[in-house]
């Protein structure tokens, strides 16, 4: 099985937050701590170096974690995180996080690196009702497809992975932990729901 201390986290804190009135939304505050601060501490126990994918408030992101903007600076989506990921990781296995996914359990590199069986493949998190296509483990060797499809024009990260034999891995055990925090409403929700 690939090792969860051999593969690089990167948290992807690059998006414009237009379904939040264009905040940062990695720094956005959830039971007085940063989005980004959450899953910085879930998963640094997990893998070997976690990296942030941003392209504003760099300082700000540089004094927790080394920082990879996008290649290009017209907000591409997840995609372009995916691109600035797999180019700068020191490991060939990159996992993917959305900075408002800052629930994600402490088995999460060992489940997706367990999934895994060779290097075309993509391990992508599965709730048991959906997928969330933007959490995914991705080898180094498929950065020349990404750098096709981007040159394309499309952005669209479930047309990419049609290109790729895709790896559903069951969370339906832990559903709950991939809630996405993409609008203030459902940060508010979770702020009053309780302490983590």
């Avoid at 942030?52 to 004094?63: S, V, W």
């Avoid at 900075?99 to 992508?124: K, N, T």
Wanted: aromatic residues 6%; charged residues 20%.
């Amino acid at each position: 099985m690939l090792d969860p201390k051999d593969i690089t986290a990167v948290i992807l804190a690059g998006g414009e937050g237009r379904r939040m009135q264009g905040a940062d939304k990695g720094l956005l505050e959830l039971w007085g701590k940063p989005l980004v601060v959450h899953l910085l501490e879930r998963l640094g126990p997990q893998v070997g170096k976690v990296l942030i994918n941003a392209n504003r408030n760099l300082e700000h992101y540089r004094q927790l974690a080394p920082v990879v903007p996008d290649s290009n600076g017209d907000y591409a989506g997840p995609l372009a995180g995916f691109e600035a990921g797999l180019s700068h990781a020191p490991s060939e296995w990159v996992l993917f996080v959305p900075c408002d996914s800052p629930l994600v359990p402490a088995d999460l590199a060992r489940r997706m690196c367990a999934a895994i069986r060779h290097h075309d493949q993509i391990a992508v998190v599965d709730d048991g009702t959906r997928l969330h296509s933007a959490t995914a483990l991705v080898h180094q060797s498929l950065l020349p497809s990404l750098h096709n499809y981007l040159d394309g024009g499309d952005r669209k990260l479930q047309l990419w992975y049609e290109r790729h034999q895709l790896v559903p891995v069951d969370f339906g055990d832990q559903a709950d932990a991939f809630i996405n925090l993409n609008t203030d409403e459902a940060l508010q929700q979770l702020e009053q729901g309780g302490q983590e």
